[in-house]
């Protein structure tokens, strides 16, 4: 990194925060707001500096800064609101737009597996053997079967949370589990790959794809969204255990340790939304076009989320990493 363009480019806050420091005790309402901003700002520049630009005179300057920061802001508390308001708004779709490639190749994986499971099972009657009995399969496809009573087995409220109990636990076994070596998050992907994909197949050989579609794709695009960002936060943790490229394994771990417990917050509100989707709207009397269109907007409706505010925050310095305040001081290596 060269030292003097990221000084040049971040140096005009630093001055405002200093300036803001000094006066900490007579800022107005809107300055003090600045402030906690700024400072945190400067810490998230004091963390890209000490992993990618250790130079001496830098981290000095900062570290001396944001110990002085953090000292003002402690008097000019941060209300709880307002750092949930931070969270949603900038940490969370910061951290899910920069691991965007992870998560989209996931999707892209997973997509292709399952499409091609289902053809296999929809065409081979030998495979379709192999799953159940004919008439297992009858009372799975049927209209009015296993299939499309499972959605309204219970009452909305009761499936709404089993349902996001159920999701938040793959979500969180993709997201934490990938520091195995990425091996579990990959079996988690297969696995629910392989569920779709045979479901797909029964219901296509019934000639009932439609209704497939419409019960799926109304909480479905939503909750796999989800689990693929789940999936490729966790694929991208393990792959820093393989390669935490310039930083210490220790420091590279840490890192995306706390940017996946961002994710799984963030996520847990994702997978409300689904669930509540999954339990009130796919078995609800709504045409299929509505059902489908529900489930569209949410998933658009999250894409824009990721993609215009994830991106807006991830250029103006969000990392999606907590504050150094709160991560703790990083102890000094040898360059």
Known sequence: ???????????????????????????????????????????????????????????????????????????????????????????????????????????????????????????????????????EIRQLTAPGGAFESYYSSEPAASFAAQVWTNNAWVAAGALVLGVLLCLPVVFILWSNALNLGVSAGLMADADRLDVFFGLIVPHGLLELTAVFVAAGAGLRLGWTVIDPGPRTRTAALAREGRAVVAMALGLTAVLLVSGVIEAFVTPSGLPTWGRIGIGVFAEVAFLAYVFIL??????????????????????????
């Open 1 to 135: 990194m060269d030292v003097d363009l990221f000084v040049a480019e971040h140096g005009a806050d630093w001055d405002r925060l200093g300036e803001l420091v000094r006066r900490s005790g007579r800022l107005s309402g809107p300055e003090a707001d600045e402030l906690v901003l700024l400072y945190q700002r400067a810490a998230t520049h004091l963390s890209i500096a000490r992993s990618a630009a250790p130079d001496p005179a830098l981290l000095a300057r900062l570290s001396s800064l944001v110990a002085r920061a953090r000292s003002a802001v402690a008097g000019t508390h941060s209300p709880a609101w307002r750092e949930v308001g931070l969270f949603f708004s900038q940490r969370f779709p910061a951290a899910v737009y920069l691991s965007r490639r992870w998560w989209l190749a996931s999707t892209a994986a997973f997509v292709v597996v399952s499409g091609l499971l289902a053809v296999w099972v929809a065409g081979d009657s030998d495979v379709q053997a192999s799953i159940a009995a004919p008439e």
């Open 310 to 335: 994830g991106r807006r925050a991830r250029l103006a310095g969000e990392t999606g990493d907590i504050g150094a305040d709160q991560a703790g001081d990083l102890a000094p290596t040898s360059g």
